[in-house]
């Protein structure tokens, strides 16, 4: 099983493009998640899913969007990218809720020029 | 509302001493804990977690944390770091019945030899 996998592991936008991360989980989970990692920050939730067809808000949902049409994949957009979105957004995924498990990803780092 | 306090930002050890990460949580009904590790430019690996069953909770690569009610702590710890053991490391919890896991902002452990 190759876990969670995220693409692309590394890009470069200017400001006001767009793009749109791509998350993928190969264990049958119910639950999605995408964060942002800053310095000094920790992990920032910022959108979540509870299953194929559903999406959340998280605590820094504002300049992105997500969608889950397909249980094994979470995508997230950026619209109109600004610098303020530069980080490490990490892609998780669990069976359950609250007492399970989350599996992450390897990472995307974006810079925004 | 559930939130985690890692006490330090930054801990160094020697090679072969002991280490202790502190972690204060707060939540409203019976939290679940996790501690993950991050080794640079890695995704998050779970260490270790409790969800009410023993408060004394055994973990990978030696490390254990104690879940204290009294104290609303979670620290972890291990009795001899090794080099390997230098990396980021976060608590986070889930209280009963949420979706999402609420993260600490972390704590980098040193390791001198």
């Known amino acids: 099983n190759a876990g969670v996998t995220q693409t692309p592991k590394f890009r470069v936008l200017k400001t006001g493009q767009s793009m749109t991360l791509l998350c993928a989980q190969d264990?049958?989970?119910?639950?999605m998640y995408w964060y942002r990692q800053d310095p000094g920050m920790g992990l920032r939730l910022i959108h979540y899913?509870?299953?194929?067809?559903?999406?959340a808000k998280g605590e820094v949902p504002d300049g992105y969007n997500v969608s889950r049409l397909k249980k094994q994949n979470f995508l997230l957009g950026l619209e109109s990218a600004a610098p303020s979105q530069t980080s490490v957004y990490f892609c998780a995924s669990s069976y359950q809720a609250d007492t399970d498990t989350q599996y992450f990803g390897p990472g995307t780092r974006l810079t925004v020029l | 509302a559930q939130s985690v306090t890692q006490l330090d930002s930054h801990v160094s050890v020697s090679e072969g001493t002991p280490v202790l990460l502190r972690c204060n949580y707060s939540?409203?009904?019976?939290?679940?804990l996790f501690w993950y590790v991050q080794h640079p430019n890695k995704g998050l690996q779970l260490l270790l977690k409790?969800?009410?069953?023993?408060?004394l909770v055994k973990g990978i690569n030696g490390f254990e944390a104690e879940f204290k009610k009294s104290e609303t702590s979670f620290h972890l710890t291990k009795p001899s770091a090794h080099m390997s053991d230098a990396a980021e490391y976060f608590c986070a919890v889930s209280d009963m019945g949420y979706s999402t896991l609420t993260f600490g902002k972390g704590t980098m452990l040193l390791v001198s030899p």
């Open positions: 409790y969800t009410s069953a023993a408060t």
């Open positions: 939540s409203s009904y019976s939290p679940s």
């Open positions: 264990m049958n989970h119910e639950y």
């Open positions: 899913s509870v299953g194929e067809g559903t999406t």
